[in-house]
């Protein structure tokens, strides 16, 4: 089985050096929006502080699979203006 690596940036690049084996490129999508929405759920102060996260999923050499993006933008109803950066 393919193994895939899931980087996640925030302020920082959290690269991770393990992987995980899955049986392809849809079950690697799959784990992907699981694992963004986790770290989400577990953190959501810190995002609200950044307002972009993206994950990177690549292979072992460091090709890119595909990219996630999470970004939040105020509206004036909700604050307006930029984000504040932590």
Known sequence: MPRYF???????????EEGMELSG????REHAVCYFAELLRD?????WNLGEWQMRVTDAAGLIFFTLHFTATLAAAGGG??????
Not at 25 to 28: E, N, Q
Request: charged share 25%; proline share 4%.
């Open 25 to 28: 490129l849809d079950a690697a």
């Open 6 to 16: 899931f980087h996640v940036e925030d302020d920082a690049v959290h690269a991770d």
């Open 43 to 47: 953190a959501p102060r810190a995002f």
């Open 81 to 86: 203006g930029a984000l504040r950066h932590a």
